[in-house]
């Protein structure tokens, strides 16, 4: 199983591939986790991108491109992956073909409404990187982790101003792979909004991959 999980920020991209890779046994590989985990633990790569990061663009195919290229040449990767914000533009479509060929790009797609909703009411524990939101999926107790207790967080790409920006980069940037990969063929694509659940989208995306 080699996928490609498309959608805009906050489509749920993240979640579903979680569940996907237990169901697929084959890594969850996040180019935004990645990018997190580099900042958090202040790599050399971790300084270059944490700017662009927090103002919400993309960091330059180049890089990202390379840590996607050593990233599934690891030997987890052998029987597969998901990847999940990755590619984002044209170039690192056309990079990844000559990297590997994919069996299947799911679309998921949601209205910008029901996105706006989502990121600005998400919280993520800062140590664990658990994500909540403050309606859809609120923690026991108000702006705190149900486990570590720790004081939520807001990602600094969820506040206002970034997330305009994001969607900016989404529709410019990301959304003519959809075009790129649905003249391939491989486009498979599954509608969701705030009324469904995590298992229900996920229900729907086997069903697409099937
Ligand atoms: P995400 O967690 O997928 O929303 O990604 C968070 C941020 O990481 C994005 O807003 C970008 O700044 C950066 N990023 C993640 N994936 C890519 C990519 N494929 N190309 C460029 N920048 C990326």
């Known amino acids: 199983m080699k996928a490609v999980f498309l959608g805009p920020p906050g489509a749920g991209k993240g979640t579903v591939a979680a ?3 237990d169901y ?7 180019t935004g986790d990645l990018f997190r985990y580099n900042i958090k633990n202040e790599t050399e790569l971790g300084k270059q991108v944490k700017e662009i990061l927090a103002s919400g663009g993309l960091v330059p195919d180049n890089i990202t491109i390379e840590m996607v290229r050593r990233r599934i040449a690891e030997p987890d990767c052998k029987n597969g992956f998901i990847l999940d914000g990755f ?6 479509a056309e990079a990844l073909a000559e990297m590997t060929e994919l069996d ?14 989502r990121l600005s009411g998400r919280r993520m524990c800062p140590s664990t990187g658990r994500i909540y939101h403050i309606k859809f999926n609120p923690p026991k107790v108000d702006g705190v982790d149900d486990e570590t207790g720790e004081a939520l967080i807001q990602r600094d790409d969820d506040k206002e101003e970034a997330i305009k ?42 069903k697409a991959l099937a």
Do not use: C, W
Not at 25 to 30: C, D, E, N
Not at 176 to 205: A, H, M, Q
């Open 87 to 92: 590619p984002r533009t044209i170039p690192q």
């Open 24 to 30: 697929y046994k084959v890594p969850h590989i996040s």
């Open 104 to 117: 299947h790009v799911l679309n998921l797609a949601i209205s910008t409404e029901e996105v706006v909703e």
């Open 19 to 21: 569940k996907a890779k």
């Open 165 to 206: 920006h994001r969607l900016d980069v989404y529709n410019a940037q990301t959304e003519p792979l959809i075009d790129y990969y649905r003249k391939k063929g491989l486009i498979r694509e599954v509608k969701t909004d705030n009324s469904k659940k995590p298992e229900e989208v996920f229900e729907l995306v086997v």
